[in-house]
Each structure stands twice: as C-alpha cells, then as structure tokens.
C-alpha cells in the first residue's frame, strides 16, 4: 500500500533552520503532484508549498516564500523541505501528501495519501 513517512522535525529556535523528508513507497512517485501541509493547534490544515512531478513547478503559500524550499528527488521516491528562517508562526505538525493531478499543479485540500505527520515547534 502506500506509504508516506515524514522525518526531521523537532524543536528549533526562532531564527533557525529544519529540513523535512518525506519518503515515499507503494507508489509511482514521479507522477505525482506532491505537497507540505501543516497544522496548527487550533486551526485548518493548509498547504504550505506544492511540487509538480517534474519538480519544475511550485506553489508557495504567502507565509513562507523565501524561507521554505521545497525539492523532490523522483530517484530515491523522496520529497524535502528545506525551512530558514523559522518562526513561532510556523510551529504545526507538517505532513506530506501526494495526489494524481495530471496537467496541473494542484494545490487544493484533497491529496490522495497522507503521512502521519511530524512535529515542529519553533521557541521564540
């Protein structure tokens, strides 16, 4: 089945910098739009960045741009995030999704498949 393992996070101080690996199984990694979501305590999920199959598209959400960057490696079926810059603001859980978007990037709520997310927390 499909599998999506996310690694990296932790507690950081505001200023500092995480990278994020997802790694993903029982899939055709390369044909999927893959993106970060986050939540926090609550609020909505959202999607912080999306990347096409290609890794030749993104989309930013507003609050990261120019801090966050996210990468794939179709190779190793492997999805980064790359966080400078950190803030208390971005303190969520982050979660890794994939979805079948053939022709667009999309960059809606309803992926496919999810990780289990994993926990960063930014101290001011």
């Known amino acids: 089945q499909v599998q999506l393992v996310e690694s990296g996070g932790g507690l950081v101080q505001a200023g500092g910098s995480l990278r994020l690996s997802c790694a993903a199984s029982?899939?055709?990694?390369?044909?999927?739009?893959t993106a970060w979501f986050r939540q926090a305590p609550g609020k909505w999920r959202e999607i912080v960045v999306a990347?096409?199959?290609?890794?030749?598209?993104?989309h930013y959400a507003d609050s990261v741009k120019g801090r966050f960057t996210i990468s794939r490696d179709n190779a190793k079926n492997t999805l980064y995030l790359q966080m400078n810059s950190l803030e208390p603001e971005d303190t969520a859980v982050y979660y890794c999704?994939?979805?079948?978007?053939?022709?667009?990037?999309?960059?809606?709520?309803?992926?496919?498949?999810w990780g289990q997310g994993t926990q960063v927390t930014v101290s001011s």
């Open positions: 999704a994939a979805t079948l978007s053939p022709g667009y990037l999309y960059v809606g709520p309803d992926y496919h498949h």
């Open positions: 029982g899939l055709t990694f390369s044909s999927y739009v």
């Open positions: 990347i096409n199959p290609s890794g030749t598209n993104t």
